[in-house]
């Protein structure tokens, strides 16, 4: 088996190309180009050309079967292609120019000599490489060496070819021979001690032993690799034999090394990792080996089958051949005669069936392998190839032309994809990168602006109408009928799911739906998610993440979701699909990638928070998206939040499942956050501003939730509400019943319900098993246009010829686009041509804004109603015989009605104006005077005065003399309809003389003392109430002639004077009452030692001054002074103005006084200014200092506070300006 080296190919090939240019300037390999990077919009159309400016490019058939060399026929004839002959082949290799090896080996009871290795070139010539034909082991030239039935080859990059013989040794152990590149073959490995089956030795070269050898391998280190009886082995560079993997034990076990086993292991192939794979033919798998010996399984799940898919979902039947290419795709030929292709990320493919062979190898986008005495080539790859990711969904690749087409249908990262064109010269490889996204969000449409111009005041019976078309000024409305309903897809064979396109398709149980912004629609299918296409495509979700049509059921999602209810889209284009059965979300990315995104598939978890698989769901059922890629969820009895990185919260309700509760009136209450409750919450809408809709299906409401958890109930007592609910873009909400909800469609049971990209609405009908398209879009009309008229839904005009007349009514018509809805309001009126007539008029009379019926006959192009030669105020009319009028201001007299043709009367109309009241003199008067009151209109109706509200008997004159105060009004009335007038106020005045009140006030005696009073006497005796209020008083004080209102502080005062059975009447006065000030002294001294004293706050004063008493009413005195201390007091002529006292020295000396003091002492340093005065007091017992104070610009008395002193005898130390002196104080 070949291992194919790309970087050594492509290095030979150039210097071969450069050679080819330099003879024959045609002879180049291609070179192409396209245009990069690629941004694709999904759901648009799209075709990439190469675009090849080198040499041309042959046109080949992907998986086109063709015989490279031989012609069937038994034997070793050289030759070109179907000249030459083999004898049967079996091992094939290829090196590095493409030349190809085969072992030609014998086969009993065939004559001849036929043990050879053959080679053929690029251009199919066969000769023989090595061999001389017979069997057996002998190393030599090539021409002269022999082989034993040789088997598997491999070609290094030094074109050295290792050749399998499985029994070619002494003891029938498998050798391995290596033909040089120089045409020398030695044996390389095997030979040794007898080590059949699972026994084979390890050791160094030819004395290690090979169990039946049959594939062939080698790394890009050297290393060969060998299958043999159940055990891979290793042959280093060094030539050491050692066990990779296997115990040779047939079995089934992956893991490391020997621990492994295999059952009858066939190819096998290394990639450029230093990855082997195994073709494991009784274990019906391909199996993996790592280059630290870790075996796992590639692809196959051990069941004879023909299955393809991914890993091991796929299916063989006894693996044998197997080949490798430069990007790591493997190529299988299996006992099903086919070639199959497993991709690097182990996806099964079928190339093509009807094979016979054993095995292959491959080279240049071919596989070649032995067949029937031929050597046959598959072309693998076509003229183009590509390698790297899957291309995006929707788009294909033609391995032909090179051409990318389709439409991609799901957006995703950019991507990078190299294409390869190949001819006989070479090859060319451009990287192509495409990145697919969303459709620009769709442009804002503006909504519609309708208006109906010109619209006649009436059409007249049998007379063609001119057609009423509406004026849009705003977005464009659709020619499309609003309401109107079709199938999408479903209808074909029931009881199965069908891929097809439309009608062709086929649901089982269509539940829930969700739209992208490609235009595809989502559908859960029972166990199944499919997807409607713009175009009506229905295809199936498989286990690989790809939209496909009628998958296998091992490939089908059924296999991986068995329970499937919900399903949502982000914007990226991810799918997430609510499992019941597992009660799981699983997530398929927008590249395929298919896993559980949230929630625990442990039987028996309980409802909880957490981040992915730490968290878990009792059913999860619809789901919707946010914009920030919040999934919402709906559970049992809550509403479930997951964040992009897989966070689940509880956003409403609680994990219970509310199992046994009874809600009052049967409705589970409002609230906040777990404050709410639900009832089995099922389908899930979202408006423009996120707020979540969601239908509570046993408490038959449709609740609302808000971004911060609040919920509240919108809708309720619906009798069978479904899954379905949606929300267009201006925020109406739709939701699905199980009754008919189309007129004349007979009965549906629809579930799901979504608003697709164009504003239609899409419902899933389980009953009728199909997806069908409501459209939203085109003129509505509100209700019945008059017989003979008719209305276009597409166009919005109104048309035809009235047949009948109709009163003048309101018709709403609503042009609807995808940007929202405009309505405007046309009146129509359809009249006879025939003049009215009036027959009655209820009531007879009326007044203003009063109601009149007026009956008669064709009424209903009524342009103008009046009473008595007044217009009505307003007219309705009700039907071609019946008129509603309001009266205006009006008049009595006729009754009348006119239209375009003629006018009807009626007589004996009244109208009742409101009265008004005029007065002959001023009404407010003397209560000894009166005013007279005439009421207007005076004559032609009843009148009735009354005041205040109460009918004054007999005053039913157009007059009345109105004598005292009070509200008077007038009713008039005629024919049992009455007005009433105004009100007119009146009134009869009381007073008194200005000088029947003396008041006087009384001040108090002394500060502090409230013994003030105020005096009330009145001329007249009348029943008075004097309420004096100030000073946080209000007092009434009722009197007749007088009275003194005593013990009142000083301060202002209002007193007010009212007269009993007089409310209009107040007199009222401001009154101060005073107090006497504190008695003031300021004395001076004057230069003649005479003493001045300045005196206030008394009205006489009395003096003492040395024992001598003075008496004065002046506000100043002046009186003599004595030598020494003088002794002043002064009083008032009230004692609780208080005294003065002071002691006034004007002698020269300075002596403390008094003597003996208490706690006060007094020194007179004199009038004159000193400028430092310090005074220090000793204990004459024991000359302790207990005193001491200074005193800076000093003069007159200093007092000195000596509270502090105990009783005795002190010296006290005077120091001034100018002396010393020493006293001596006595303290009591």
């Known amino acids: 088996m070949l291992r194919f080296y790309p970087q050594v190919f492509y290095k030979l090939l150039l210097i071969t190309t450069t050679f080819l240019f330099a003879g024959n300037i045609f002879a180049q390999k291609p070179n192409i180009t396209y245009t990069t990077p690629l941004t694709f919009t999904a759901g648009k159309a799209v075709k990439l050309i190469p675009v090849n400016t080198g040499g041309s490019i042959p046109a080949s058939q992907f998986g086109k079967v063709s015989t490279f060399a031989g012609n069937g026929q038994y034997g070793t004839v050289n030759g070109k292609g179907t000249a030459a002959s083999f004898a049967s082949p079996s091992g094939i290799a290829v090196d590095s120019l493409g030349n190809l090896y085969v072992s030609d080996r014998n086969i009993p009871n065939n004559a001849g000599k036929h043990a050879f290795i053959r080679k053929i070139t690029p251009g199919g010539v066969v000769s023989t490489y090595a061999g001389n034909g017979t069997d057996g082991s002998a190393d030599g030239p090539a021409a002269s060496a022999s082989f034993n039935n040789p088997a598997g080859l491999a070609a290094d990059i030094n074109r050295n070819i290792y050749v399998v013989e499985p029994f070619g040794g002494t003891y029938s152990n498998g050798l391995v021979r290596k033909i040089s590149a120089g045409g020398v ?34 790394d890009n280190a050297g290393n060969i690799y060998l299958t043999t009886q159940n055990k891979i082995r290793k042959i280093n560079t060094s030539q050491y034999v050692s066990t990779f993997a296997g115990d040779g034990s047939p079995g089934f076990i992956d893991g490391y090394g020997t621990t492994a086993r295999f059952n009858q292991p066939i190819g096998i192939v290394a990639d450029n990792s230093g990855n082997l794979f195994i073709a494991d033919y009784y274990n019906l798998r391909l199996r993996k080996i790592t ?101 995006p969904d929707g ?136 997807r409607i296409s713009p175009n009506a495509v229905v295809t199936t979700l498989d286990m690989n993440g790809k939209f496909t049509s009628n998958p296998p059921p091992g490939l089908a999602s059924a296999a991986l979701f068995p329970g499937i209810n919900g399903v949502a889209l982000d914007g990226a284009g991810n799918i997430y699909i609510s499992e019941n059965l597992y009660s799981t979300i699983q997530k398929v990315s927008h590249s395929g990638m298919i896993g559980p995104f949230a929630g625990t598939t442990i039987s028996g978890s309980k409802q909880k928070d957490g981040t992915g698989n730490a968290a878990a769901f009792s059913h999860p059922g619809g789901m919707v998206v946010s914009k920030t890629g919040d999934l919402y969820v709906t559970d049992v009895a809550s509403i479930r939040k997951i964040t992009p990185a897989g966070v689940v919260t509880t956003f ?45 299906l046993n408490a038959h409401n449709i609740r609302k939730i808000t971004k911060d958890s609040v919920v509240s109930t919108v809708v309720s007592g619906l009798i069978n509400p479904s899954y379905g609910i949606g929300v267009d873009i201006k925020d109406n909400l739709y939701y699905s019943a199980n009754y008919p909800v189309y007129p004349n469609t007979g009965p549906v049971t629809t579930t799901g319900q979504t608003i697709d990209r164009d504003g239609n609405l899409i419902i899933a009908d389980v009953n009728t098993q199909t997806i069908s398209k409501m459209i939203l879009t085109g003129y509505t009309i509100d209700s019945v246009l008059p017989a003979g008229l008719t209305f276009d839904g597409k166009t919005g005009i ?67 109603v009046t009473f008595g030669d007044t217009p009505a105020k307003s007219f309705v009319i009700s039907s071609p015989t019946v008129i509603t009028a309001v009266v205006d201001n009006g008049s009595t007299g006729n009754v009348s009605v006119k239209t375009p043709f003629g006018t009807g009367t009626f007589g004996g109309f009244i109208f009742v104006p409101l009265p008004a009241i005029t007065a002959n003199g001023p009404v407010t008067f003397l209560s000894t005077g ?52 105004a009100v007119v106020n009146v009134k009869s005045v009381f007073t008194l003389p200005a000088n029947n009140f003396s008041v006087s006030a009384t001040s108090a005696t002394c500060i502090g003392n409230n013994d003030g009073s105020v005096n009330i006497t009145a001329v007249q005796s009348m029943a008075y109430t004097a309420t004096i209020t100030g000073n946080g008083l209000s007092t009434p004080y009722p009197f007749t002639t007088s009275t003194a209102i005593n013990n009142i502080a000083a301060g202002s005062y209002h007193v007010c004077i009212t007269v009993a059975g007089q409310p209009d009447y107040a007199q009222c006065y401001d009154v101060v009452i005073t107090e006497p000030k504190n008695l003031s002294v300021y004395s001076v001294i004057n230069s003649d030692n005479s003493l001045t004293l300045g005196l206030s706050g008394g009205s006489r004063y009395n003096i003492i001054l040395n024992g001598t008493a003075y008496a004065t009413s002046s506000n100043s005195i002046t009186l003599p002074l004595g030598e020494g201390t003088n002794d002043l007091t002064v009083t008032t002529d009230r004692l609780c103005q208080g005294s003065f006292k002071r002691f006034i020295n004007i002698s020269g000396k300075i002596i403390p006084y008094p003597m003996p003091f208490q706690n006060s002492l007094n020194l007179n340093v004199g009038n004159t200014m000193v400028n430092n005065v310090s005074i220090e007091i000793h204990n004459v017992g024991d000359g302790k200092l207990v005193y001491t104070k200074q005193y800076i610009n000093q003069s007159g008395v200093i007092q000195l506070d000596l509270t502090g002193l105990q009783g005795g005898v002190y010296a006290l130390h005077l120091s001034t300006d100018s002396s010393d002196k020493i006293f001596k104080i006595i303290k009591k």
């Open 395 to 530: 788009l294909v690749f033609d391995p032909n032309t090179g051409i990318i087409s389709g439409t991609p249908n799901v957006p995703g990262g950019p991507q990078t994809f190299y294409i390869t064109a190949s001819n006989s010269y070479g090859s060319s490889t451009a990287s192509v990168t495409i990145d697919v996204k969303l459709p620009p969000a769709p442009k804002y449409m503006k909504p519609p602006k309708i208006a109906y111009n010109n619209v006649p005041a009436y059409f007249v019976t049998s007379t063609p109408i001119i057609p009423l078309a509406p004026k849009n000024t705003g977005g464009v409305v659709p020619q499309t009928t609003y309401g109107s309903t079709s199938i999408i897809a479903g209808g074909g064979p029931p009881t199965i799911s069908f891929d097809a396109i439309g009608t062709k398709a086929s649901f089982i149980y269509p539940l829930n739906l969700a739209t992208d912004a490609s235009g595809n629609i989502y559908v859960t299918d029972r166990s199944k998610v499919r």
């Open 652 to 696: 409403a309700g609680n994990l219970t499942d509310n199992a046994g509760v009874s809600f009052k009136a049967g409705h589970p209450p409002d609230g906040v956050g777990s404050h709410a409750f639900f009832e089995l919450p099922q389908g899930m809408a979202m408006d423009t501003a996120e707020n979540l809709f969601v239908t509570d």
């Open 185 to 218: 073959v030695t044996t390389v490995a095997g030979g040794g001690a007898p080590g059949i089956r699972i026994n084979a030795q390890d050791g160094q070269g030819t004395s290690a032993s090979l169990s039946v050898p049959v594939g062939i391998t080698l």
């Open 930 to 981: 009166s005013v007279v009151l005439t009421a207007s209109p005076a004559t032609g109706y009843n009148y009735q005065w009354s005041n205040g509200g109460t009918v004054i008997a007999g005053a039913t004159a157009s007059t009345y003399i109105a004598k005292q105060s009070g509200a008077y009004t007038v009713t008039i009335t005629a024919n049992g309809v009455s007005q009433t007038s």
């Open 291 to 391: 280059p630290d010996s870790l075996v796992s399984t590639e692809a196959g799940y051990g069941a004879i089958g023909n299955n393809d898919g991914p890993g091991t979902t796929a299916s063989f039947n006894n693996l044998s051949g197997l080949a490798i290419d430069g990007v790591g795709n493997k190529y299988v030929l299996d006992g099903n005669g086919s070639l199959r292709k497993v991709s690097p990320g182990g996806v099964v493919t079928t190339i093509v069936k009807g094979l016979s062979g054993a095995t292959i190898t491959y080279y240049h986008g071919s596989i070649y392998f032995p067949g029937i005495n031929t050597i046959m080539r598959v072309d693998v790859t076509g003229s183009y190839t590509i390698q790297g990711p899957s291309l």
């Open 798 to 864: 109104i048309s035809g010829t009235p047949t009948t007349p109709a009163p003048a009514k309101a018709y709403i018509v609503t042009a609807y686009n995808a940007g929202g809805n405009s309505s405007y309001v046309i009146h129509i009126t359809v009249a006879s041509n025939a003049a009215p007539t009036i027959t009655s008029i209820t009531p007879a009379a009326a007044i203003t804004d009063g109601t009149i019926v007026i009956n008669g006959n064709n009424f209903t192009a009524a342009t103008n």
